[in-house]
Structures are given as C-alpha cells and as structure tokens.
C-alpha cells in the first residue's frame, strides 16, 4: 500500500440485501472518485440473543445478510465499474470466505476491535488489515498495539462509534495521539457531511471513510447521515488537491517563481 490518501465508500447494509440497489451505489460511489466500495459481511446464525431479537433489528440484519453469491457478484460490480471491493468481518468464520474472494484489503470494525484472535487471523489471511478502534478505551489501544504483528501492513482508523456524530464529539485530537504511536493512521467518520473527513486529511490520515448513498429516505440508519454523489465527489477533490498542496518543494524559490524573483523584484524603488 502506498503512501496515497485512500476513500472509502461505505455502503455497508444500506443497499438492505437488493444487488440492484447496491450495484447503483458502487456505480455512483465510482463516478465519484473513491477508491473502494465497503461492505459488511455476517451470518444472522453467529449472532447472539440480545434485545435485537425482539426489536425489530433481527428482521433487518437478515434482510440485509449478504450470501456467499452475493459477495461475489458485489465483487463483479466493483470490478466492472473499477473500484475497489472492500466489507468489514465480524467473525473469524467468514474470515477464509472474503480472503477467497480477494486477500488485498480487510476491514475489523469497531465492534470487535479487541477480537485478537480475528485480527490476527486477518493479518495472516489479508496484505493490508485496517482497525477501526471506536468504543475502544485507550489502555485497551494500546494493548492491542502491541499483541498485532506491526510487520504487517496495519492501519488504525480513528473513529466515535456514535450515529450520527456530533460535531463536538469528533475528537480529532485523538487521531494525533495515535499518530504518535503508529504511524499509518486513517479516519471512519459518522458526522453528517464532509468536513471531518477533510480535517482528517490535514491531520495525516491515510484512509478516510464515510458512509455513502445515493437517497438520504432510504430505509436504515445509516442511509439517513450518509454523503451522496455530491459530497463525495468534493472529498475527493479536496484530497486530490490536498496531494499537491502538500507536495516538497524545498526551500528554495521555485521555478514558477523565477519571473518574479529575476524580474519584480525591486521594480518600485527606482532612485
């Protein structure tokens, strides 16, 4: 993985278990610019008893369960519309099943961001394994630091597992305090619009990821906080802009400058 800032598209379950609807978001996430398309991938059969069960949430967890066809022809999509296929794992049992698909990218998200044994697996299975460490506490963060092989190719997304997020509970601070301690950092953010992903990048993360749809009415959570075609593709232009202006050209004046600096100069002091 280079040192190039990446975007993430997260589609995640919004498409609720419709291909169609799913293969127009990859469609209009690539059109966009971002470089990969996410997903989520889980067995309603792994899923504890909890208050899900009765709520409503377990009715919508298995519309939205993707099957093993599925993620292929998600994977198809991707590659026809030439982005990136991406999707978090929950269990080490879908684990060997994704890397099939493609061993480049995983994501562990911050559910079980102190599920050792998944990340380890994760970085035996897959080239690049990103961490989301929401709902993580920071002694936590820092065992886990140093139980992953940091041989591996391992980036730590900072993120408030809050939805939506509130501007005063972004806490991008704590993204330098990871920087500190690891130096390949990214950013999953759940603050409506594109400005902390923005503030994100000026701060040196290399992933940035926002949840994206293409209809704010859509049914689920995550469709009512997600960036649309519009905002994604302004991410995307800022970060390529943001590449440039950050480019080293030394101290010294540079060649755009010489006209001004061989011929202005002084101009208005004639004696």
Not at 12 to 38: P, R, V
Not at 78 to 104: G, P, Q, R
Not at 179 to 191: A, E, F, Q, T
């Amino acid at each position: 993985m280079n040192s190039e800032i990446k975007i993430i598209a997260e589609i995640g379950w919004n498409h609720m278990g419709d291909t169609d609807l799913a293969e127009k978001m990859i469609s209009q996430a690539a059109s966009s610019g971002a470089d990969y398309c996410k997903f989520q991938t889980w067995k309603v059969d792994s899923l504890k008893s909890g208050p899900w069960d009765n709520d409503g949430r377990l009715e919508i967890y298995k519309k939205a369960e993707l099957t093993k066809d599925k993620h292929k022809k998600l994977l198809e999509i991707c590659k026809k519309n030439k982005i990136n296929f991406m999707t978090s794992v929950f269990n080490i049992k879908d684990l060997e099943f994704v890397a099939s698909l493609s061993n480049e990218i995983v994501k562990i998200p911050s559910h079980e961001v102190y599920n050792i044994e998944l990340i380890k697996e994760a970085q035996n299975l897959f080239k690049t394994v990103i961490i989301s460490i929401g709902a993580c506490d920071w002694s936590e963060f820092l065992d886990l630091h140093k139980k992953v092989d940091l041989g591996k190719e391992i980036y730590f997304l900072h993120c408030v597992s809050s939805y939506p997020l509130k501007a005063e509970n972004v806490n991008m601070p704590k993204l330098n305090e990871i920087l500190k301690i690891h130096n390949k950092v990214g950013y999953s953010g759940h603050l409506s619009g594109i400005e902390d992903a923005i503030l994100a990048i000026c701060n040196g993360a290399k992933f940035i990821e926002k949840h994206f749809t293409i209809d704010n009415e859509l049914p689920g959570r995550d469709n009512k906080f997600a960036i649309k075609v519009d905002e994604m593709k302004k991410l995307v232009q800022f970060k390529n802009i943001y590449s440039k202006m950050i480019l080293n050209k030394g101290l010294d004046v540079q060649e755009c400058e010489q006209d001004i600096y061989k011929n202005y100069r002084g101009r208005w002091s004639k004696n």
